[in-house]
């Protein structure tokens, strides 16, 4: 049986011309796949009954189990999906102050990249997404909530480009015209930068809005933080973005979680202008935000501290926002999602 959420267009073209239809009947229930949402040959109504017949023999479709949903105060609504193995996930979907929508999906049961300060870190690597479990997160999330569209960023639970094959071939899905027709403008994938995967990216995916979780821009610090530095250094993960084709007027992110006397030193605030200097890029400063997982080593930065590492940066013309952290009352915000079944 094949995955149906898990193919492109071209592949659903090729599968059914060989079973001997004509070729635009893929395109057909690839639009009823993802503009009506359908979860069964059987709504696919333009179909004749024997075709579906036919069909329902040689695909699946490979849904997910949503097992809670909770709506935070500041509306952020986190989905709990199981997998088919008994695996759980989180996506959540965050209202946006311009009355649009985000949806932040995971790639991974866990994570392998062990960031000291990340719930999903903390609770370990389950396994990979398939594309059909990372696709449906948003199909799912804008059927239930009645959306048309919203923004996608790849956020969620674990590192995308550790997951590379099945993350690029769903955003691929998610960008196609004839389904959900989500802009590339409108889609970002945030990274801690993991090499060669980055540069396949620029052949790939050019022009996608790219997220690093950078956090330090200083070796020591970075690898004590985020073990992925060690074999991926910053300098080699910096030297590669530099590149990087971005969308026009659009800027790198730099995710910057701070924590309290760790990396919101003027050390860090000095070595980090010089390497923001060479990039059209954007600092988001995420206050830490506290779990359950983290136990009591790190500590978030008192805001008026916060306050002052930004300003010193914006005095040297730098671009720097600081995160309110939407869902944090239900463990949704960045770093905290950790999949508790409760
Ligand atoms: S911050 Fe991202 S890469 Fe690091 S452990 Fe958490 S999910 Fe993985």
């Not at 635009?24 to 993802?34: D, E, N, P, T, V």
């Not at 910096?238 to 995710?255: A, G």
């Not at 390497?275 to 995420?286: D, P, T």
Request: aromatic residues 8%; contains cysteine.
């Amino acid at each position: 049986m094949i995955d149906l959420l898990s193919l492109e267009l071209g592949e659903l073209e090729e599968l059914i011309v060989e079973m001997g239809f004509e070729r635009y009947r893929a395109k057909q229930i690839f639009s009823f796949l993802y503009k009506q949402k359908v979860n069964s040959f059987d709504d696919i109504t333009v179909l004749k009954k024997d075709v579906r017949k036919l069909l329902k023999e040689k695909f699946y479709f490979n849904t997910l189990e949503v097992v809670s949903n909770f709506q935070g105060k500041d509306g952020a609504r986190k989905y709990l999906f199981k997998l088919n193995d008994g695996n759980f996930i989180e996506s959540v979907l965050i209202p946006m102050e311009n009355g649009r929508y985000t949806i932040c999906v995971s790639t991974q049961s866990g994570c392998r990249m062990g960031c000291k300060f990340c719930a999903t870190g903390r609770m370990g690597f389950k396994r990979s997404l398939s594309v059909s479990e990372i696709v449906e997160q948003v199909r799912f999330i804008l059927k239930e909530s009645g959306l048309k569209t919203a923004n996608v960023v790849y956020m969620g639970m674990g590192e995308p480009l550790d997951n590379y094959e099945n993350t690029v071939k769903s955003i691929k899905i998610l960008m196609d015209e004839n389904g959900l027709a989500i802009s590339k403008r409108r889609i970002t994938l945030s990274t801690c930068g993991i090499l060669p995967q980055l540069e396949w990216l620029k052949r790939d995916l050019p022009y996608i809005n790219l997220a690093l979780s950078l956090h330090s821009v200083i070796d020591d610090k970075r690898s004590l933080i985020m073990p992925v530095n060690i074999k991926h250094p910053v300098g080699r993960v910096l030297e590669s973005l530099k590149d990087f084709p971005m969308p026009r007027r659009k800027r790198i992110t730099f995710e910057y979680v701070m924590i309290k006397g760790i990396n919101d030193t003027q050390e860090d605030a000095k070595a980090l202008l010089r390497v923001m200097s060479n990039f059209r890029c954007k600092l988001n400063i995420i206050p830490l935000n506290k779990h359950d997982l983290m136990g009591t080593k790190f500590e978030p930065t008192p805001l008026d501290e916060i306050e002052r590492f930004a300003s010193y940066l914006r005095d040297k013309g730098m671009f720097v926002t600081i995160r309110k952290s939407k869902g944090s009352d239900i463990n949704a915000a960045c770093g905290m999602l950790a999949a508790k079944v409760s």
